[in-house]
């Protein structure tokens, strides 16, 4: 390994040279964890993997993390993040699916013991049928515990949503846990162009005195809130705490909003502001999306895209400023259960104009034939169905 | 470094709650104290809201008398009766997720020997059956087969005390509990030679008749998870409200179940007997 040299957080995220790659979403996830000064890194192998923990562990190997290992299952491994970061340490690990549910119970904790660590999700299908496709219904699941929650369309915004990740999730006014999404397969096993700061550079270590709530290391004295369960007070002093603990919870995660304008450019993308028609969306279905938008404009169609890169905190107010005028709003998607348009419909006024559809499931791919047949129907342009096969 | 974090700033002596300061002035802190001395220090614990005539209460204040090195210790415990104790004593404790304790120690030791390679920094989870060998077996089990650094003690009162009574895997064979209406179906899970099995350098089992060889055993533990790998001590500490046990009779209880199936119990691999014989050596030596 090259010898790494630590450079500020912001010249590394926003002014060090980038050189253009041709690599896989996993792939890119781990090279922005070894430019990113981690400690230790934990993992399960749930089915079904992607090979992002593989890759840091050979970055353990070669010496850029100081520990890592292989846990007995993904209930103990988020149990040893939390471990870990308490004690101080920078930690990373990535799951997928039945794997992200099994740990959820301590990821949900995380916010609520200011855990600032990085969490991979590579989505795929909740069981059951068992498929082993991408479908990002779990990241519903993350929604409401209080993590922020980023969405990646592809192996750049992967690349660069998990090392910003790092440095936001340690902010002192932020200090919660940072969930990077992106679908399985579609995006972790295919390749695509990702512009890379330089391997030898990497993040200050991170600093756990620097933090709302201290380390647990016997070097500085106990936050008493985290160790002394308030429900053995009273029932009383135990839903007050918590209702003060959480309020403080939920305004962190927003206050992460400033650092996402700071370093990935703003919660949102925008092409076409001016448009007649929308398609908002997310993740792998924004690609889709973007091709759509694309055709549309190719065929003189006034179509826009509005890609949201961050599920939580959600942009409400870019959201609603994009779409004001917007006569309908497509939102594709990977699953079933449509969690990105009842989140738009319920930031937006005029939430009639929201179309959940296409949603695809089971981990199907997203043919922006469907999303065009929902452009046409919502500009009230008739076009005989092609039947492919 | 430890003990600067105890100690009271200067100047600040006289704005301190009287308690800190007599526990820094009288405690453990930074000394190394027999635990027969209880009645003449200030002690870690000394308010819990456990039930009147528990025995686990008793085992808590004994274990912390024992500490090797309070000042740089941290202690991990899970939901149950143990923890409203274990959370009230001066050292730093972590209440994670139900039977999460020997993952998150897993993390936290490593943590703790990636910033501090050459601090001793103890940890030590105290958890109850339900935690360590329901709920958390799996955890439990394999912080052992990986050789974490760390001691568990688990406090053993055969029943989930803190939920209302219901059977655990440790609750005797044949005893009707909630959630076992026509009595428990099978024996006590052997966690001892589990522990041997799984990798534990140091296994103790005791009922605590003895605070003299209670503490002996737990800075065993403590100092042979140090250097060598996980250690594990099983208490029995009996519920004598789900069991029953008037509270005159907790310690007659106890006696007899040291008799019948608790009788002290204390095995180690030869590295770990060499090494201990060491340290107890240089201890005793320190004392003179």
Known sequence: MPEQKVVETDYL??????????????????????????????????????????????????????????????????????????????????????????????????????????????????NAPLSIQPDNVEISYLMNCGMVVLHAENQQDVFDFTLASFAISEMVDVYLPIAVCTEGFFVTHAKGYVNMTPEDMKLPPRDPYKAPVPPTDCEIPPARIQRDAPVQKSNFMSYLIHQVWQQEVWSSNMRAMKYIYKYLNGPIEVINPDAEVFVAASGCAAAQAREAVRYAQMEGLNVGLLKIKSIVPFPSKEVRETLKNAKAIIVPEHNIVGWLAKEIKANIPNSDNVIGRPRVYGGMTLPVELIMDEIYAALGIKKDKTVLV | MGLEYVKISPGFEKYMPKDYVDLVKYGQFGKQIDVQQIDQIKELVEEHPMCAGCYMAYFVRIFYASLPKPEDTIVLGTAGCARLALSQAAVPFIYGNYGDTNAVASGLKRALSIRFPDKIKDVVVVAGDGGLMDIGFGMTMHSWFRREKFTTIMVDNEVYGNTGGQESGMSPKGVQLKMAPKGKKFDKINAVELAKTAGCVYVAKLAPTNPKRIAKTIKRAILAARELGPTFIHVYTSCNIEYSIPTERVLADAKEREKNDFGFYEWMTDEAKEYLEEQEKKMAEAKT
């Open chain 1, 13 to 126: 995220l926003l002014e060090a040279p980038r050189e253009r790659k041709f690599i896989t979403g996993s792939q890119a996830m781990a090279e922005a964890v070894k430019r990113a000064n981690v400690d230790i890194a934990i993992a399960y192998p749930i089915t079904p993997q992607s090979e992002t923990m593989h890759l840091v562990g050979d970055l353990w190997a070669q010496g850029y993390l100081k520990d890592y290992y292989r846990a007995e299952e993904e209930y103990g491994a988020m149990s040893a993040i939390a471990g870990a970061v308490r004690g101080g340490a920078r930690a990373f690990t990535a799951t997928s699916g039945p794997g992200l549910l099994r740990g959820l119970e301590a990821i949900a904790s995380w916010p609520g013991h200011r855990i600032p660590a990085v969490l991979g999700v590579l989505t795929r299908v909740v």
